[in-house]
């Protein structure tokens, strides 16, 4: 499946700090740990199955131990310990090799003793996941990363990660709702959209290097973001650069100093759920993080119901007989996206 080929966001940052951390991707159990930092930076986030090869217990109850030669991960149930890339550079064992048995101090384990290990790294303020290596037979070279999101990089702009959000429903409905323009005026009817102004521009669609790219959208939108008391028309920017993220960039009317980028981030659970994040980025909003948050969050509790009410909770590509859902010009980067996903060859919540 080309879906464990690609990176997933599976935790926020900071939620990995000192106790190992259990979450699920794709169906597979992991188990989160950091190592210690050094002069106060970060340590290293090791992203292993959740399951000692011992007796098969969850590493995730078990705790991470500073040892001489670096980092160890202890199993609950008979202690042994793990080692990870600190301990790898420093002695012979490789990367989730046990390294110590107590109840047999002087038995040196053989390589077949070792927890299964993934790619893990950190950006946008995410843990992100890899859990096979790309085949460059079918993985593009753009896909090959973590999708890009430059101004949470740019210190000019101020950051804030919203969510986790847990969703009853498949990542690539809720990507093709965040891609939505239509529905701002109904759904969140007095916040991103009226009644009274539901016509959008829905602007150039085409694919470039970054990805699914949408330019030159426009709505009008009695309240375009937090710290917003003025209606007005509203340009947006789509780059789909991953089938399970996606980011927009608007910027409200001549003289209205905010601009904001939002990035949607989704870690896909099975073909009917999934948990996602936003990672937000401004310039000139004046409202504080908190206030940052519960906007969004607002926003997203008019979305839930909607898109959990979404039948199939897949989103139909006529990838396993004809579309079953029909479309107006209005739909057309959501259009677009169902294509991408199709010559992707994407499985997971698809039809």
């Known amino acids: 499946m080309i879906e464990h080929q690609l990176w997933h966001p599976v935790t926020a940052s900071h939620s990995v700090r ?15 740990w950091r190592e210690p930092g050094h002069e106060g930076a970060p340590g290293v986030v090791h992203a292993w199955a959740d399951r000692c090869p011992h007796r098969g217990a969850r590493l995730s109850l078990g705790r991470v131990l500073h040892h001489l030669h670096g980092a160890r991960l202890e199993c609950p149930y008979h202690g042994w310990q793990f080692g ?3 301990a ?6 490789a ?10 101090p002087l038995f040196e384990p053989p390589t077949a003793h070792t927890a299964t290990v993934f790619e ?5 303020g995410l843990v992100w996941v890899r859990l096979a290596a790309p085949d460059s037979t079918w993985v593009p070279a753009g896909l090959r990363q973590p999708p890009a999101f430059e101004p949470w990089q740019d210190p000019v702009w101020r950051q804030v990660l919203c969510g986790p959000y847990e969703v009853n429903t498949s990542a690539p409905r809720l990507v093709e709702n965040f891609l939505d323009l239509s529905h701002f005026g109904f759904v969140h009817e007095g916040w991103l959209g009226a009644r009274s102004h539901a016509q959008v521009v829905t602007g150039l669609v085409q694919e470039t290097v970054e990805g699914l790219v949408a330019s030159d959208c426009r709505a009008w939108q009695p309240r375009a973001y937090a710290g917003a008391s003025d209606g007005g028309s509203v340009a947006y920017r789509y780059t789909v650069p991953h089938p399970f993220a996606a980011i927009l960039r608007k910027d409200a009317t001549e003289g209205d100093p905010v601009s904001n980028a ?4 989704i870690r896909p659970e099975a073909a009917d759920s999934c948990t996602a994040w936003f990672a937000m980025a401004t310039l000139g909003d004046l409202s504080d993080d908190e206030e940052l948050r519960a906007f969004q969050d607002a926003v997203f509790a008019q979305d839930r119901p909607v898109v959990e009410s979404q039948q199939p909770k897949a989103l139909p590509i006529g990838k396993d007989g004809p579309m079953e859902e029909v479309h107006s010009p209005a739909d057309r980067m959501s ?3 169902r294509r991408y996903l199709a010559r992707l060859g994407l499985s997971l919540g698809v039809c």
């Open 18 to 32: 000192e106790a190992p951390v259990a979450v699920a991707l794709l169906g597979q159990s992991l188990v989160l």
């Open 84 to 86: 990870g890339d600190a």
């Open 88 to 93: 790898a550079a420093q002695s012979t064992a």
């Open 95 to 104: 990367c989730g090799r046990c390294v110590h048995v107590p109840a047999a």
């Open 120 to 124: 893990a790294c950190e950006q946008h």
């Open 262 to 265: 939002i990035a949607l981030f």
């Open 335 to 337: 259009s677009a996206y």
